[in-house]
Structure formats: C-alpha cells, structure tokens
C-alpha cells in the first residue's frame, strides 16, 4: 500500500507541479524584469504590496478551501458535492463583496494607513485584485478535488501568460497619451496587469463550475465553519508569520532606508522561490490526497514516508541553489545582489515552512484543527518578538533570522503535538542523516567559495552528484518505476 500511495501522490505532484514550476518560471521573469527598470524603493511598494495580499486572502478565504476537501470527500453523493461547493463559493463570494465595499467606502483612510496617500489608485485596483483571486479560490479547489489537473494547469498558465505581457506592453510599450502615472515605472501598472489577468480568470473559471450559482445552507455552512475557522485563525497566524517581516522592516527601520531595504530583502526571498514552487505543488496534490478517507494506520504511514522524502528533496534544492548562488544572483538586478548573502537562510526557512505543511495533516485528517491555532500562534509570538529585536539591529538580515527561528518553532510545536494526540513514527534519524549530510556538502563548497570559478563550480556540480547518487541508493528508489508512475498519471 505505501508505495502504491505514494507512488499516486507523486503523480498528482508532478501534474500540479507542471502548472506550479512553469506559472512561477513565467511569473519569475517579471524579477529580472522589475529590478532591472525599477529603483530599490520602487520595487518595495510591489514588495510591500504583495506581502498583504497573501494575509487578505487568507482572511476572506475563511479555510474553505480545507472546508471544502473535506466536506466533499464526505459527500454521500453529487447533489451533496454540489451544495457544498454552492455553500463554500456562496460564503467566500460574500466576504470579497463586503471587502471591496469596505475599501471603496474608506479609501482615503486605508491609503493613510498604508501610507500610499500620494497613490490613491493602488487601494482600489489592489481591492478588486484580491475579491477576484477570493472568488476564484473555491471553482479552482474544485478543480483539484474532482482531479481536472489539465483545466486548473490551462488557468493557471493564461492567468500568469496574461499578466506577463500585460506588464511588459505596459512598461514599454503604453503610448504616453494612455498614460496613467507620472512615471512610466510606476508600480501600479503592475497591478494593473494583475487585475486584468485575475478578472480574465473569474471568466475562464466560470464554465467549470457546471451552473452551480453561490447558494449558502446555513446548516452547512455552520459545520464547515466549526471546522474551517480554526484553520482561519491559524491561517491569519501563519501568512502573518511568513510576510510580517516585510512591514517590519518597513517600520521598524529608519525611514529612509526601510523602502530601499525592502526592496533589496523581497528580491533575494525571490530567489528562494524553487523550494517554495517544490512545497507549493507538493501541498496542491498532497492536500486532497491526504484530506481523503484514510484508515487510520495507512495514513501514518503514508505520511510519514512522505515526510522523508519531502526533506530529501527539499535538501537537494537547498544545495542546488546555495551552491550556485551566485549563478541565481544573476535573476535579479545588480543593485539588489548585495543581499545574496542571506539567502541560506531563507532557503531553510521555507524548508521548515514544508515541514510544518506535512505535520499538520494529521489533525486536518482527524478534523481537529484546533491545533493549528496552537502551532502558529507560537510561531506569531516568535516572528514578532525576534523582528523587533533584530530588524533595527540587523535590517533585513534580522528578519531572516526572525522567520527562520519562527519556522523552527512551528516544527517543534508541531511534532510535540503530534506525538501526543496521534503519534506517527517519522522517520527522524534518516531525515536527520539526510540534514547532516546537507549541511557537510554545503560547508564543503562554502571552503571552495575564493576558488577559481571551474574549480568552484566543478566541486558543487559533484557534490550534487554524490548527493542524488547517495539519496537513491539509501531509499533503494526505483527511479524507472516511479517515473512510469509519473507518466500514467499525466
């Protein structure tokens, strides 16, 4: 059973990894592209900007998602299934609705707030951004529950290809009587992009839905509730715990830096985005996979396993990037490559924000998302204790160090709850092993770092070699046959 389920979740990985790793690829090119045309303050207003969106969503997303897996794994029918996409759909959709209300009734006050008073523009366009991607986030969570892989790969890439041009036409190519903003690199225009690329996917999505229209059962909806909220509420905790540090740096260090500093910080956390896209598409398949009916002893088993090899390859991606770093310095301009050096960090950090992924399936399986709550307010206690300790110190060196501390937290918290209430047996000597060789092979090709460029780039190619060589053999993996698994599934 654990590699004939195993072998399944590393088929829908791959699937939803097409769409992951090439919208990401394609959605990259705007990194280059931005810190190559725009000053260090000016891409921290995109920088400053997307770190709210992502807590936005969560809010007004409420954890249907979740809800919604869940709730449809238990359908005992189609008519079920149905009224539980109505309900979820119908519940979100009116949380969007009453958020842009909101921001157009007082859009002096939140462009105060913000401090984006001398761009007024930017609260509304950012408003309608975040209903649309709040209205599309339950038709895309059914696209992944019914298994339609290649309607949510063909969204996802339009939505990014669309933003993608958008951008490029508006940054180059916008005739000067269209213009809208003084300055031709103004960041609004990539929101602009944004908007138009997230209402153009409200219209792709729509026939997908099959005329279900957003109707809410008050029944329903109480149930889902009483199970989705915790994971709101842990949800606000963790987006907090991932993009809080952006408006620490923005007001804890002095105002004439804080932009510059920001700007620099988002495009180095960009570089990290290959471990990030990995736990990405691996919690898009993983999610339903694991939110399904599972018997008990199946399920710890299957995650445990899953587990280990999440943190093999999470290894071999932090290798492939730190070793290169100076290589993937090249993404972004050269103004902001004074940052590199805390890019280790932010790598670990996302690899820890995986760990913590799979450790809390178990109490999403059992339904007991109250320990969620649990996890990730000890990780909010952390991130903002250690950023404002270290940001006025450090800058944005500390806010790395802050996430990691937190992320750390967060995996401690997690595995003592688990051992406690629903005990799994991970696999953690060699996932240890796994970390220990890591960091050996790092420190390695950290001593060759003064070496000539062949020499140095010779040395890390081999240890990634030797890494691979090794993982394969120790987890004795058929690679063959997990890659037919692969090619059945697509």
Not at 1 to 17: C, D, R, S
Not at 32 to 59: C, H, K, N, S
Not at 121 to 130: D, F, H, K, N, P
Not at 415 to 425: D, M, S
Request: aromatic letters at 14%.
């Amino acid at each position: 059973m654990k590699m004939k389920a195993l072998g399944k979740l590393a088929g829908q990985t791959a699937i939803y990894g097409i769409s992951s790793v090439v919208a990401r690829l394609l959605n990259y090119l705007l990194v280059p592209y931005y810190t190559r045309i725009m000053l260090q303050a000016e891409y921290g207003v995109i920088t400053d900007i997307y770190a709210l969106i992502p807590f936005l969503l969560i809010v007004l997303t409420m954890g249907m998602e979740s809800g919604y897996f869940r709730f449809a794994a238990k359908a005992a029918n189609d008519d079920e299934k149905r009224k539980v996409f109505a309900t979820t759909w119908g519940a979100v959709g009116l949380a969007a609705t009453i958020f842009f209300v909101a921001v157009m009734l007082f859009r002096p006050q939140v462009a105060e707030l913000t401090g984006y008073t001398d761009t007024p523009s930017y609260i509304w366009i950012v408003g309608l951004i975040v209903f649309f991607d709040v209205v599309n986030a339950i038709p895309f969570a059914r696209l992944r529950e019914q298994g339609r892989a290649m309607k949510y790969v063909v969204v996802r890439l339009l939505s990014v290809v669309i933003n993608l041009v958008l951008c490029v036409w508006l940054y180059n190519w916008l005739p000067e009587s269209w213009s809208v903003y003084e300055s031709s690199v103004d960041a609004g225009y990539a929101f602009i992009a944004n908007l138009v690329a997230s209402a153009v996917t409200f219209v792709m999505l729509l026939p997908s839905c099959d005329g279900i229209m957003p109707r809410i059962d008050k029944k329903l909806l109480r149930k889902i509730l009483l199970y989705s909220l915790p994971l709101l509420i842990s949800g606000i905790a963790g987006t907090a715990n991932e993009y809080i540090d952006r408006q620490m740096i923005k007001y804890l260090m002095p105002a004439g830096e804080a932009m510059a500093a920001l700007g620099v910080y988002g495009a180095v956390v960009k570089i990290g985005v290959v471990m990030l896209m990995f736990t990405q598409m691996y919690r898009l398949a993983a999610e339903p996979f694991f939110l399904a009916d599972f018997k008990k002893e199946e399920f710890k088993e299957a995650n445990a396993e899953a587990l280990k090899y999440f943190v093999l390859v999470s290894v071999l991606i932090f290798l492939t990037i730190s070793l290169f770093a100076d290589v993937f310095a090249l993404i972004v301009g050269r103004d902001f490559r004074e940052g590199i050096y805390i890019l280790p960090v932010v790598l670990v950090s996302n690899m820890l924000s995986g760990v913590v992924l799979n450790l809390s399936f178990w109490y999403k399986q059992v339904g007991a998302t109250k320990y969620a709550i649990y996890v990730t307010g000890v990780g909010l206690i952390f991130t903002v204790v250690f950023n404002v300790m270290l940001v006025p110190k450090l800058g944005y060196f500390g806010a790395a160090l802050a996430r990691l501390i937190c992320e750390a937290a967060m995996v401690a918290v997690s595995y003592a709850l688990n051992q406690r209430h629903y005990p799994i047996n991970y696999d953690l000597r060699r996932m240890g092993e796994y970390l220990a060789v890591g960091a050996a092979m790092y420190g390695v090709g950290m001593l060759c770092a003064e070496s000539a460029m062949w020499l140095r780039y010779g040395v890390s190619a081999l240890l990634l070699c030797l890494f691979v060589f090794y993982a394969v053999r120790r987890e004795r993996i058929d690679v063959k046959g997990l890659m037919k698994s692969i090619i059945r599934k697509r």
